[in-house]
């Protein structure tokens, strides 16, 4: 969720906005939100449940935090915000069930997960949460300039890559797409990591093979996968080009698909992305 929240609207909250609702200490409504949350989120991550007393699990689900960060330490704090008297909050934070949990990290959405889940899961996460701010939240900052934080998603999926599981990795990222198909973090990521399966285990002599025959597509994606995992694009989007020229129907469709998405793994605006664009729309037509 981070950078993709406007929590700005919260920091004023209107005349005659209520407190929390029955939660205890960890009560929060719109009136001390910046105070308990925004602000508060600046020292320690603070872990935001929106709950309804109409929903007896969102109720145990308050309970299990209230009960967890207890035994925290102070490494993170809790708002328990009831949702039908805080529609605000409910609608800055886009949520869309209940009970929704968000935590909060330098004044922004960090991670969140909706519906009810097993404690061992709820712990496993607040420990992804934690160590994803560890020694990123001073207090110090100016006031409307928060220190940036990782993302602990995107933590665990470079953890994944270090230890060379691959298949962990693309799991984590699809998993963030599923939930933000509009997250372009987490779709580049996905692309770069799905070429580097594919082509790390490329050997020269496709080369060979798909200059043996022009008109061979999976010779020639394969021989382009290897030219670019080698620095080589020019060459790579240089023979797609080519097979593009030469052949037709399905053959010609699997030769441009496979050009646009290696393009995608680029800045746009790189020059020779877009003279290669320029020579494929020429090959079109």
Do not use: C, H
């Amino acid at each position: 969720m981070s950078g993709a929240v406007d929590l700005s609207s919260l920091k004023q909250p209107p005349a005659g906005a209520s407190g929390g609702g029955g939660a205890g200490d960890y009560a929060v409504g719109e009136a001390e939100f910046e105070t308990k949350v925004l602000r508060r989120s600046t020292q320690v991550p603070v872990v935001v449940v929106l709950y309804s007393q109409r929903s007896p699990g969102s109720v145990e689900l308050v309970r299990l935090f209230e009960q967890l960060v207890a035994e925290s330490g102070g490494s993170w704090d809790l708002a328990a915000v009831e949702a039908e008297a805080n529609m605000r909050i409910a609608q800055a934070l886009r949520v869309q069930g209940i009970p929704t949990v968000v935590a909060i990290a330098a004044g922004q959405p960090l991670a969140d997960f909706e519906g009810v889940q097993p404690e061992p899961q709820v712990r496993q996460w607040l420990t992804a949460v934690v160590d994803a701010v560890a020694g990123k939240l001073e207090g110090s900052g100016e006031p409307g300039e928060p220190e940036p934080v990782e993302d602990p998603r995107f933590v665990a999926a470079e953890e994944a890559l270090e230890r060379g599981d691959l298949a962990g990795a693309e799991a984590v990222y699809e998993a963030i797409i599923a939930a933000e198909p509009e997250n372009d973090e987490a779709k580049g990521a996905l692309r770069q990591l799905r070429f580097l399966g594919r082509a790390q285990g490329l050997s020269p002599e496709v080369l060979a093979t798909a200059d043996a025959d022009p008109t061979d597509v999976g010779a020639a994606i394969q021989a382009a996968d290897f030219e670019l995992f080698n620095q080589q694009p020019e060459a790579a989007f240089a023979r797609l080009i080519g097979t593009v020229k030469v052949t037709a129907g399905d053959d010609r469709t699997a030769a441009r698909t496979r050009l646009l998405e290696l393009f995608e793994l680029f800045d746009q605006a790189e020059p020779f992305v877009v003279a290669a664009r320029r020579k494929l729309a020429a090959a079109l037509y």
